[in-house]
């Protein structure tokens, strides 16, 4: 929170009583870990449970549940998910979990990114199923929606009626974000549409990178907040853009020319994040998923 800048509080993407909380107090020595050694933190209130997930960099998935966010700290890990196929079985990282209906009932989502074990050169998403409506599982290997190139960061978006994932890839030397919508939710179909790309000098230090997009809804308006330049630098950072028209439309999405995050009063390299709902469901908080020297960007 202490790297927000005015453009945050504009768009309400950080709580401004929170914003001036953190500008009133000592940050050399405030620190507020829950979860000390946990690389793109991941969570979701559900039914009186916080449940976490973080990076674990090897072919098993652990979940965190507490009626508490300073409970997960000490929650011992459940493991739901392994894998041993060799074309996704290593180097798990950045599982997001979502809660969709379809028509089964409600049915949770984990969406990570993992690939081969000699190096990171064939990472991409897959997706897998629980079996009910519960984020412990038991879970079903679905599917990978694009198992055969680079793709990273994968998350959802619901937008009148219709699915969308988005993702980021390198395209030459800029990794940028996609959309594409979804038949389910581990196929996608149709055309990939490019909608952001490192197109300011802030999105470029280090390296040209847009990553990381994750959705907020708030007052009837969809934003994407994303992460921008290479993530082992302090200029790593959050820009933020509108979604004001048709996904599929590259103009209907539209950038802020500042960042809203970014390196500020001690605090560097704010980077990956996401974002959950308060247990009264009033309020949209956000977890700072910084992955400082696991950064995995690009290897």
């Not at 929170?18 to 991941?42: C, H, K, M, R």
Request: net charge negative.
């Amino acid at each position: 929170m202490s790297g927000a800048t005015k453009e945050s509080a504009k768009y309400g993407v950080v709580n401004t009583a929170n914003q001036e909380a953190v500008t009133q107090t000592d940050l050399s020595t405030f620190t507020n870990p829950i979860y000390p050694n946990g690389a793109d933190p991941w969570l979701e209130y559900f039914e009186g449970n916080y449940y976490l997930t973080t990076t674990t960099w090897t072919s098993q998935l652990v979940m965190r549940k507490s009626p508490t966010l300073a409970g997960l700290a000490t929650a011992t890990p459940i493991h739901i998910w392994s894998e041993s196929e060799l074309s996704r079985c290593c180097n798990f990282w950045a599982f997001e979990f979502h809660r969709l209906k379809t028509e089964k009932g409600y049915r949770w989502y984990v969406m990570y990114t993992s690939g081969i074990a000699e190096n990171y050169d064939r990472q991409h998403l897959s997706i897998i199923e629980s079996q009910g409506d519960d984020p412990l599982g038991p879970y079903t290997y679905k599917g990978s929606p694009m198992p055969d190139t680079w793709n990273i960061d994968g998350n959802y978006l619901e937008y009148n009626g219709q699915l969308y994932l988005l993702w980021s890839e390198w395209v030459k030397d800029e990794q940028s974000i996609f959309i594409a919508k979804m038949k389910n939710p581990w196929t996608i179909t149709g055309d990939k549409v490019l909608i952001s790309k490192p197109d300011y000098e802030w999105e470029k230090s280090g390296m040209k990178v847009n990553e990381g997009p994750e959705i907020l809804k708030r007052n009837g308006r969809t934003f994407m907040i994303y992460s921008a330049s290479f993530c082992n630098t302090p200029d790593y950072k959050l820009g933020l853009i509108e979604l004001i028209g048709d996904p599929l439309k590259p103009e209907s999405w539209k950038k802020s020319a500042e960042p809203v995050f970014r390196t500020a009063t001690g605090v560097s390299g704010p980077g990956p994040h996401g974002f959950f709902k308060s247990p009264d469901g009033t309020e949209d908080r956000s977890e700072e998923r910084r992955v400082g020297k696991e950064c995995r960007s690009r290897w």
